[in-house]
């Protein structure tokens, strides 16, 4: 008896070591490595190679040299995870309560974008917004836009290809929050004296917050860190964070600076998040 | 036959009314109808029960009060106003949900007291506190309702509608998810507060034994009609149709011809044993009919025997089953006629049991007996679904 107790918890430990070794590998090992980096002595190049002499003065060079970009990528990371959850929230609604039997064809088609690769898409979107395109051609015409306004190299269109690309990351936890609400809960606070405007607010949405957060995080981590959308549909005035850091390695080759930045956005986020998800656990999200 | 409790009201008098009333209310679902032109009045104040088995549009009806469905054509007024078309979030009604629908998120405190703060009441917490006392649930207001049982779970529901002291209270099948035991607790429970805040209350269900414990007036409903409506006791002996006489209780109906209509007795061949049947609980308008007579209500008794019955005597029954169960004894006596009928007979002591094969005689005084049409289907009603 004592026997098949302690075999049944190694069993579990045993079901953990495949998991644990490959984070160990690919998780572990390349995060020492970056932090160790982002200490080395900046003189080096990646030919001569580098000495480790923990060079803390890394951090605050990348900070002053590269506060801009970083601040813009959590701005407009908040931005597009705003215009996400604006989009998808009533997407999902739609979706889970509205839908009928459409419910699962409109669920393949908040995936199918994925059948085709990420910068394809935002390739293609570059042509949308191109400056002689059918879009800006209409703003222009409707007088939304000035006669030699444009929408390539702007704000508007790095916000638009975040929010485009990261949408279907927000749909779907919202989906799932949402499909799980009894709809007899919002019949019980309609007979409860709850219009339907109070009852959204007071029933619906609480009971969707658990998709509305890990949707805002799904979106939020993988929009700050982006650079795809910052480098097709920007200007060097958008540049994000991560154009930044990919430039450092790849163009520059200053991997210590690159990598301390990383450090930092890598620690920001976790900040961030870690301070959201315990407010959200309370209720002064509501 | 008449679908209303009262008297037929006067077009005069339905603007004073201040009770529930329903008038000619038809709900269709694309090509089902599930209520069907029914009127309805609920006095203030009053108990009434809808029984019926599932789909007989009782839930639907509930609904349409509720404001969660809007009637086809017909029209509800409270108090003499129309609510026929008013948002559920704008009537002075509540509804005790089937499966209780508490707010998950909320604790039973704010549960209680959501209905409140939607109107802005200043008086949310004393107001809860009374309800929370009245239902004894104090000691759980900071638990969430998964933290409780499902007859405090109820309780909450309960709580949560009757706060808001609602000119009617709706309670959809509520006990439904109660094991038997806390179910008759319940029932007495639900029965005192209703006596105790005197509010109408308006309950569905499809078990009859709840039905006529709790209300003070029970509707049957069939079909999407209401098929009688009156105090338990008065559908329970005189029901009006072979529906009522098999859901409610149980009833032997057997074929009979009608041979004389007196002034206060109606004579019936039955298989060519003569009957009578008061002819207040004659319901039968063509000259055949079905006689029914309750199964307590028959005596069974060796040939010859000495029955305390005068009046309806009908020899040559055979015992073809016989069941104990211990207050009673259930016989199954096949008659000459072929049909067999049921007897249950109290375990007095004072009779003797009949075992299966001996020759009986059954009889009933006339007083029990009731008549029912001919064109009605005898075995209407009967596969009543059991409340488990």
Redesign the interface.
């Known amino acids: 008896m004592s026997e098949t107790v302690r075999k049944r918890g190694s069993t579990g430990y045993l079901l953990l070591i495949p998991g644990v070794l490959w984070l160990g590998l690919f998780f572990v090992v390349p995060l020492y490595s970056l932090v160790a980096t982002s200490l080395f002595d900046p003189s080096g190049s990646d030919t001569t190679g580098y000495t480790m002499t923990y060079h803390w003065a890394n951090y605050s060079h990348v900070i002053s040299d590269y506060w801009q970009p970083l601040l813009r990528s959590l701005w407009y990371g908040a931005l597009a995870t705003f215009f996400c959850l604006v989009l998808g929230y009533v997407l999902a609604y739609a979706i889970a309560f509205k839908a009928g039997r459409w419910k699962n064809l409109m669920l393949v088609l908040v995936i199918a974008p994925f059948f085709t690769s990420f910068l394809v898409r935002t390739l293609s979107w570059k042509l949308l917004l191109a400056d002689d395109g059918f879009i800006v051609n209409t703003l222009q015409f409707v007088h939304i836009l000035g006669a030699d306004g444009r929408l390539l190299a702007t704000p508007v269109a790095v916000i638009a290809g975040l929010t485009y690309n990261f949408l279907p990351f927000m749909v779907l936890p919202l989906y799932a929050s949402i499909d799980k609400i009894d709809p007899r809960l919002i019949e019980a606070s309609s007979d409860l004296y709850a219009n339907p405007f109070v009852g959204f607010f007071k029933v619906t949405w609480p009971l969707s917050l658990p998709g509305v957060v890990s949707g805002t995080l799904l979106t939020f981590i993988p929009a700050v860190g982006d650079y795809i959308n910052a480098e097709l549909l920007g200007s060097p005035n958008q540049r994000m964070i991560g154009s930044v850091i990919q430039s450092l390695f790849t163009n520059a080759n200053n991997y210590p600076a690159a990598a301390a930045l990383s450090v930092i956005l890598m620690a920001l986020i976790v900040v961030m998040v870690l301070f959201y998800v315990r407010r959200a656990g309370t209720e002064d999200l509501l | 036959m008449s679908q209303v409790a009262e008297q037929q009201p006067t077009a005069a008098d339905a603007e004073s009314y201040d009770g529930l009333r329903l008038r000619n209310v038809t709900k269709s679902f694309a090509a089902f109808t599930a209520v069907d032109d029914l009127d309805l009045d609920v006095p203030s104040g009053s108990f009434i029960a809808l029984l019926g088995p599932s789909g007989c549009g009782k839930t639907t009806t509930l609904r349409m009060v ?3 469905e809007t009637p086809t054509a017909g029209s509800i007024t409270l108090a003499g106003q129309d609510i026929t078309y008013a ?3 704008q009537r002075p ?3 005790v ?1 089937q ?1 209780y ?5 909320l604790d039973i405190y704010e549960n209680v007291a ?2 409140l703060r ?2 802005k009441s200043n008086e949310v917490d004393a107001s809860v506190r009374d309800m929370l006392e009245l239902v004894e649930l104090t000691s759980q207001a900071r638990k969430k309702p998964a933290q409780l049982s499902g007859g405090q779970q109820q309780r909450v529901a309960l709580a ?2 009757l706060i ?1 002291k609602p000119e009617v209270l709706l309670l959809d099948e509520p006990l439904g998810a109660l094991d038997l035991k806390l179910r008759r607790s319940m029932q007495l429970e639900i029965k005192r507060i209703q006596t105790e805040v005197g509010l109408t209350f308006v309950h569905v269900t499809h078990d009859q034994e709840e039905a006529m414990t709790m209300a003070d007036t029970v509707a049957v409903m069939n079909a999407g009609v209401i098929e009688q409506m009156g105090a338990p006791a008065d559908l329970y002996e005189n029901p009006q149709s072979t529906f009522v006489a098999n859901f409610l209780g149980q009833s032997n109906l057997i074929e009979g011809t009608i041979r004389s209509r007196a002034a206060d007795v109606v004579t019936v061949d039955m298989h060519g044993v003569q009957v009578s049947v008061p002819t207040e609980r004659c319901h039968a308008d063509s000259d055949k009919g079905w006689v029914g007579i309750r199964p307590e209500k028959v005596l069974i008794g060796a040939p010859g025997e000495e029955l305390d019955a005068p009046g309806n005597t009908i020899p040559g029954g055979v015992v073809t089953d016989v069941s104990f169960v211990g207050v009673s004894t259930q016989y199954l006596v096949r008659m000459p006629w072929g049909q067999e009928l049921a007897i249950f007979q109290q375990n007095t002591g004072r009779h003797r049991l009949f075992a299966p094969g001996e020759e009986v005689e059954l009889s009933w005084r006339p007083e029990y007996a009731f008549l029912l049409d001919f064109s009605q289907d005898a075995s209407a009603g009967s596969q009543k679904v059991d409340a488990e």
Not at chain 2, 101 to 105: C, E, N, S, V, Y
């Open positions: 509720a404001g969660l948002k559920p979030y009604v509540n509804t949900f499966s629908a508490l707010f998950p998120h959501f209905g939607r109107r949560r509608a808001n």
